[in-house]
Nanobody, 121 residues
Framework: VQLQAYGGGLVQAGGSLRLSCAAPGRNFGYYTMAWFRQAPGKEREFVAA????????LYSGSVKGRFTISRDNAKNTVSLQMNSLKPEDTAVYYCAASLNYSRDDSNYNYWGQGTQVTVSS
């Protein structure tokens, strides 16, 4: 599975950005798709994940209520709508795919190249 993330950029605090990740190939619907992020000098952290129908979406506590993850299996894409952005959301954001339903990045086998999100105060 090859993943390509895009949509990052520079935004002021309180603004919004939408990240998307394309995953060309078959069987996209079988995968849990997730977003992780890594800020400078920090470890990579889980942001959100979306899996099969009837499985609840997962969010980290720091983004819940502000970010929304969604997927379009017909287009093989997953998106992350980020609202009410804060400077602490500044990071490189990665999309990832796994056959497991998990918040743990060690369970994700496929990763995109990352897209930079910078939130200015």
């Amino acid at each position: 599975v090859q993943l390509q993330a895009y949509g990052g950029g520079l935004v002021q605090a309180g603004g919004s950005l939408r990240l998307s990740c394309a995953a060309p190939g078959r069987n996209f619907g079988y995968y849990t798709m997730a977003w992780f992020r890594q800020a400078p000098g920090k470890e990579r952290e889980f942001v959100a994940a979306i899996s099969w129908p009837k499985m609840p979406t997962l969010y980290s506590g720091s983004v819940k209520g502000r970010f929304t993850i969604s997927r379009d299996n017909a287009k093989n894409t997953v998106s992350l709508q980020m609202n009410s952005l804060k400077p602490e959301d500044t990071a490189v954001y990665y999309c990832a795919a796994s056959l497991n339903y998990s918040r743990d990045d060690s369970n994700y086998n496929y990763w995109g190249q990352g897209t930079q999100v910078t939130v200015s105060s």
